[in-house]
């Protein structure tokens, strides 16, 4: 989510130096405590019940020697806008500004002392790879140039299909529901190794990803196709590989949003979402894919703006829950390691408690991470001033400081935190990663509908293709439009391919022009996006149908579409409208590649959601 707040009063700008791209000098990271650094050669864990004596012992003394505003600062993950740390465009300076109070990167960690810095798009931290490894960089340094300066932990939400933060070149794969269609364990270890390498080597090592809810409500607006799907075991066995494929690769993952929120009709972004799962139905159904998490080691959970009355009745989000967060994930399931905060900024958490109280109370719950408080002068102020009241300890701050500290030990940051572009150049988007994505994706294609072997298409028969549809904005940095991206693929695999954007909303006038152009192909490929039983995408794909032109429908994001367009010739999902996806639904189409996904949510009626369409687990092959 993107927040906004006013900043505080502006402090005086640094110097504008643009950041380094090289590996800058080596230097003694923990030098302000004698013998740390050959401490945590010893090999640290994530976790205190695995940590050698000795690594806890080094860490504890350099919590000792941190000034309390230290240790505040090490307790958030914040947002800033700017390419670099210290020479950002000037529009970037305003809104930092104008949010923060800070002009750059440099300067906020200055001021803040902050432990973790979150890299968005939006923010315009994530140009290309080695622009985002000379901003790591520059982080890094401008903390271990401060007096007992630390590296910060730099975070993104890289969960992959719908929900991307670095674009290509880096590799993009299929998210987490196109998993779940393929089913294979193995292929997603291997989305957490790479993306997992690709982001250590641009210096990002905390990911918030894999989403471990388990999605069961079709009217779901913020989770869906993020979920590996609605079986709980299903979705467990896909989480954990996942861990293990980002942890092994040297980046912390994160299985979010806990307690679940999988079985909402409401965002948390904008609204507070009440699940009312018994007790025993949450330890059925959502909690065990955090369980199965939990169990190989994840390094950090997020929690969920969420209200679970079964679970805590006090009416608080999770996020503020001493039950849930400390009685339930700590005590109950055993988990010792960091709980980072779902963004501070978004609705769900801001309902019922003031700015001032919300990070106040999420550390009296148990989390040890704040991320991306709408404003960080008042939640910081407010931490440092619950201490300094008696309403936290300094003991309790110091119990979440450790677990940070003991996640960047873990992942290298208090050995080395640089990272080098020759190391960007061996890992990030090479050829053998962007084969891999390419055939995973074919693995998750998933054919519903075939009327009459409509599908493949033949180059003979049926040349000329019309692709029409939805064009959301693109969440990868890809390489168009989707219906450009698939007229494109389709004419490279021996099609004659005309795209027609006709929107999400395409009006009559839009509609007509696209039975016009039927008229002229042997074929129509309709990419739909979330189809509602009233929406014009609906009546667009049911006025192509009428033409006697063979339609085939792509849902480019949810699988439901094909509840509300019944007469389509054929029917494929995607499960998301980036490249990497729409290519393999591209040679699907055109017979190069067979349709092997199988539904990982059940497909229900449009008009009695108590009868199944498709159970989970359809799916058709050639």
Same mark, same amino acid.
């Given at each position: 989510?993107?927040?906004?707040?006013?900043?505080?009063?502006?402090?005086?700008?640094?110097?504008?130096?643009?950041?380094?791209?090289?590996?800058? /000098?080596?230097?003694?990271?923990?030098?302000?405590?004698?013998?740390?650094?050959?401490?945590?050669?010893?090999?640290?864990?994530?976790?205190?019940?695995?940590?050698?004596?000795?690594?806890?012992?080094?860490?504890?003394?350099?919590?000792?020697?941190?000034?309390?505003?230290?240790?505040?600062?090490?307790?958030?993950?914040?947002?800033?806008?700017?390419?670099?740390?210290?020479?950002?465009?000037?529009?970037?300076?305003?809104?930092?500004?104008?949010?923060?109070?800070?002009?750059?990167?440099?300067?906020?960690?200055?001021?803040?002392?902050?432990?973790?810095?979150?890299?968005?798009?939006?923010?315009?931290?994530?140009?290309?790879?080695?622009?985002?490894?000379?901003?790591?960089?520059?982080?890094?340094?401008?903390?271990?140039?401060?007096?007992?300066?630390?590296?910060?932990?730099?975070?993104?939400?890289?969960?992959?299909?719908?929900?991307?933060?670095?674009?290509?070149?880096?590799?993009?794969?299929?998210?987490?529901?196109?998993?779940?269609?393929?089913?294979?364990?193995?292929?997603?270890?291997?989305?957490?190794?790479?993306?997992?390498?690709?982001?250590?080597?641009?210096?990002?090592?905390?990911?918030?990803?894999?989403?471990?809810?388990?999605?069961?409500?079709?009217?779901?607006?913020?989770?869906?196709?993020?979920?590996?799907?609605?079986?709980?075991?299903?979705?467990?066995?896909?989480?954990?590989?996942?861990?293990?494929?980002?942890?092994? /690769?040297?980046?912390?993952?994160?299985?979010?949003?806990?307690?679940?929120?999988?079985?909402?009709?409401?965002? /948390?972004?904008?609204?507070?979402?009440?699940?009312?799962?018994?007790?025993?139905?949450?330890?059925?159904?959502?909690?065990?894919?955090?369980?199965?998490?939990?169990?190989?080691?994840?390094?950090?959970?997020?929690?969920?703006?969420?209200?679970?009355?079964?679970?805590?009745?006090?009416?608080?989000?999770?996020?503020?829950?001493?039950?849930?967060?400390?009685?339930?994930?700590?005590?109950?399931?055993?988990?010792?390691?960091?709980?980072?905060?779902?963004?501070?900024?978004?609705?769900?958490?801001?309902?019922?408690?003031?700015?001032?109280?919300?990070?106040?109370?999420?550390?009296?719950?148990?989390?040890?991470?704040?991320?991306?408080?709408?404003?960080?002068?008042?939640?910081?102020?407010?931490?440092?001033?619950?201490?300094?009241?008696?309403?936290?300890?300094?003991?309790?701050?110091?119990?979440?400081?450790?677990?940070?500290?003991?996640?960047?030990?873990?992942?290298?940051?208090?050995?080395?935190?640089?990272?080098?572009?020759?190391?960007?150049?061996?890992?990030?988007?090479?050829?053998?990663?962007?084969?891999?994505?390419?055939?995973?994706?074919?693995?998750?294609?998933?054919?519903?509908?075939?009327?009459?072997?409509?599908?493949?298409?033949?180059?003979?028969?049926?040349?000329?293709?019309?692709?029409?549809?939805?064009?959301?904005?693109?969440? /990868?940095?890809?390489?168009?439009?989707?219906?450009?991206?698939?007229?494109?693929?389709?004419?490279?695999?021996?099609?004659?391919?005309?795209?027609?954007?006709?929107?999400?909303?395409?009006?009559?006038?839009?509609?007509?022009?696209?039975?016009?152009?039927?008229?002229?192909?042997?074929?129509?490929?309709?990419?739909?996006?979330?189809?509602?039983?009233?929406?014009?995408?609906?009546?667009?794909?049911?006025?192509?149908?009428?033409?006697?032109?063979?339609?085939?429908?792509?849902?480019?994001?949810?699988?439901?579409?094909?509840?509300?367009?019944?007469?389509?010739?054929?029917?494929?999902?995607?499960?998301?409208?980036?490249?990497?996806?729409?290519?393999?639904?591209?040679?699907?189409?055109?017979?190069?590649?067979?349709?092997?996904?199988?539904?990982?949510?059940?497909?229900?009626?449009?008009?009695?959601?108590?009868?199944?369409?498709?159970?989970?687990?359809?799916?058709?092959?050639?």
């Amino acid at each position: 989510m993107r927040d906004s707040s006013t900043g505080s009063t502006a402090r005086p700008a640094g110097p504008a130096e643009p950041d380094r791209p090289s590996r800058p /000098s080596r230097r003694t990271v923990l030098a302000a405590s004698a013998g740390i650094t050959a401490a945590l050669a010893a090999g640290p864990r994530a976790h205190a019940a695995g940590a050698r004596p000795g690594t806890d012992k080094a860490l504890r003394a350099l919590i000792s020697r941190m000034a309390l505003e230290e240790k505040v600062g090490q307790l958030f993950v914040m947002r800033v806008y700017g390419h670099s740390a210290t020479a950002p465009d000037q529009a970037d300076v305003d809104a930092n500004l104008r949010e923060i109070g800070v002009r750059t990167a440099a300067e906020l960690i200055a001021e803040y002392r902050v432990g973790g810095i979150i890299y968005f798009a939006w923010a315009h931290n994530t140009r290309d790879p080695h622009q985002i490894a000379a901003l790591s960089n520059g982080i890094q340094r401008a903390s271990l140039e401060l007096p007992r300066g630390l590296p910060v932990l730099i975070s993104t939400d890289q969960e992959h299909g719908i929900v991307t933060r670095v674009g290509k070149p880096a590799t993009l794969f299929p998210g987490a529901m196109a998993l779940g269609a393929g089913g294979s364990r193995t292929d997603a270890r291997t989305v957490g190794r790479i993306g997992g390498a690709e982001l250590r080597a641009i210096g990002i090592r905390q990911d918030y990803s894999p989403v471990a809810d388990v999605n069961v409500n079709p009217a779901n607006p913020v989770i869906g196709v993020r979920s590996f799907g609605a079986d709980p075991d299903a979705v467990a066995g896909l989480v954990a590989a996942e861990v293990k494929g980002y942890q092994g /690769s040297g980046v912390a993952a994160t299985a979010k949003h806990f307690p679940g929120h999988g079985d909402t009709a409401v965002d /948390s972004h904008f609204g507070f979402p009440v699940i009312t799962h018994s007790r025993e139905l949450w330890s059925e159904l959502d909690a065990v894919p955090f369980r199965a998490a939990i169990r190989v080691g994840i390094d950090s959970i997020m929690t969920a703006h969420i209200m679970v009355p079964a679970l805590d009745p006090s009416g608080d989000p999770a996020t503020l829950s001493h039950p849930i967060l400390t009685g339930i994930l700590r005590g109950e399931l055993g988990y010792d390691g960091v709980v980072v905060t779902d963004s501070l900024g978004m609705e769900g958490v801001r309902t019922k408690y003031g700015d001032d109280r919300v990070p106040v109370l999420a550390l009296k719950a148990g989390v040890d991470q704040l991320l991306n408080p709408p404003d960080l002068r008042v939640a910081w102020n407010a931490v440092l001033n619950a201490v300094r009241g008696g309403e936290l300890t300094e003991a309790r701050l110091d119990e979440s400081v450790l677990r940070v500290l003991r996640l960047k030990a873990k992942h290298g940051l208090l050995g080395d935190p640089y990272v080098r572009d020759a190391d960007v150049d061996r890992v990030v988007g090479v050829p053998a990663h962007l084969r891999a994505a390419d055939r995973i994706a074919e693995r998750t294609t998933t054919l519903l509908v075939n009327e009459e072997k409509l599908l493949p298409l033949s180059r003979l028969r049926t040349p000329r293709v019309l692709v029409v549809g939805a064009d959301p904005a693109s969440p /990868s940095l890809s390489d168009g439009p989707p219906t450009a991206v698939m007229a494109a693929a389709l004419t490279g695999l021996g099609f004659t391919a005309t795209a027609l954007s006709t929107g999400t909303a395409p009006s009559a006038a839009t509609i007509a022009g696209a039975v016009t152009a039927a008229a002229d192909a042997d074929v129509v490929v309709a990419l739909t996006y979330n189809l509602t039983a009233t929406g014009s995408q609906k009546t667009l794909v049911e006025r192509l149908v009428a033409t006697g032109v063979p339609v085939t429908a792509v849902a480019v994001r949810n699988p439901y579409d094909i509840a509300r367009i019944p007469g389509v010739g054929a029917f494929l999902a995607s499960y998301s409208w980036t490249d990497v996806e729409v290519r393999a639904a591209a040679r699907v189409i055109a017979g190069r590649a067979d349709p092997r996904g199988r539904l990982p949510v059940p497909v229900q009626r449009a008009d009695d959601p108590a009868q199944v369409l498709y159970p989970i687990g359809y799916g058709l092959g050639y």
